[in-house]
């Protein structure tokens, strides 16, 4: 007997090409790249081409090409450090354990009284002191990036805390119920209802943090609000030059927080549970 094999379809390639053109994430990824590369063009090709005068372009340039590149990468340091901290802290925050929920209570209610600015001079001056640091500079922008991730925690740990009390106990006992372990039970049911309920949350958290990086420019992080103060005090008191500077300044921490929120929205959306929908007025 002979086997018949599958023949593919000459219009597949062509379904599965409209199919992605279709789908959400790549809409998405596609306007956030239009939008992002409009604004950075845009500025570049300003300066490029003669539009923006000489001088203030390039008064402009340390902004755009170490400033941006600096506030992304304290970004992309500072939000995982965070998101796992903060994940820790809630958890232990419904532990039944006073061991464990106890001191996550106390960490919690401390960091966030204090004011974030005072936690980056504290770590700036006397962490590199207190570890021997060789280079106090570098080390202290070390420090204070790790103060400005402790703090966003405190924070997170909130935003898990609810999360995780969003789930119903009688969900937690049902898959006991029927065999699975508290650690199962945790995996399968809690944290994808959780993971799905702080995603709104944490992205305004994420948001929030790229703004606070700018806070590190008081100890001489060279990040976007440091290469501004600095690039201003050369504008030689042009008023046009120094709007013009923060007016950059303020478009590209629009572009790292509208990276960030994206890619955000895309994960929510990738973790939505269909029919499952929200109230609309």
């Keep these: 007997m002979a086997v018949q094999g599958t023949v ?26 239009s939008v992002v590369t409009a604004i950075l063009v845009g500025i570049i090709g300003a300066g490029s081409s003669g539009v923006l005068d000489p001088g203030l372009w390039t008064l402009l340039q340390k902004p755009i090409y170490e400033g941006a590149i600096r506030t992304l990468g304290f970004s992309v340091t500072v939000i995982p450090i965070g998101a796992l901290l903060g994940f820790a802290l809630g958890w232990a925050r419904v532990s039944r354990h006073a061991i464990l929920s106890w001191p996550a209570a106390v960490y919690v209610d401390l960091v966030r009284g204090i004011p974030v600015l005072v936690l980056i001079l504290f770590a700036f001056f006397w962490l590199p002191t207190v570890f021997g640091a060789e280079d106090a500079f570098e080390s202290g922008i070390f420090f204070a990036t790790l103060a400005l991730a402790i703090h966003t925690g405190a924070y997170q740990a909130e935003i898990f805390r609810a999360g995780f009390q969003s789930v119903l106990r009688g969900q937690v006992e049902a898959a006991e119920a029927i065999g699975l372990s508290r650690w199962e039970a945790m995996r399968y049911v809690v944290l994808p209802q959780t993971f799905r309920v702080t995603l709104p949350a944490l992205g305004n958290e994420f948001a929030v943090i790229i703004k606070d990086t700018s806070l ?16 201003v005090q050369l504008a030689l008191g042009i008023i046009e ?37 929200t109230v609309a007025f």
């Design 8 to 33: 593919a379809s000459p219009d597949r390639p062509r379904r599965t090409f409209d199919a992605v053109l279709k789908d959400p994430l790549f809409r998405r990824a596609l306007f956030t790249g």
């Design 216 to 231: 590190l420019s008081a100890v001489g992080a060279a990040e976007l609000v440091y290469w501004g103060r600095t690039q």
């Design 241 to 277: 030059w120094i709007i013009a500077i923060w007016l950059v300044i303020a478009l590209l921490y629009f572009v790292v927080t509208y990276i960030i929120s994206q890619v955000v929205g895309a994960i929510e959306h990738a973790y939505r549970v269909p029919g499952l929908g």
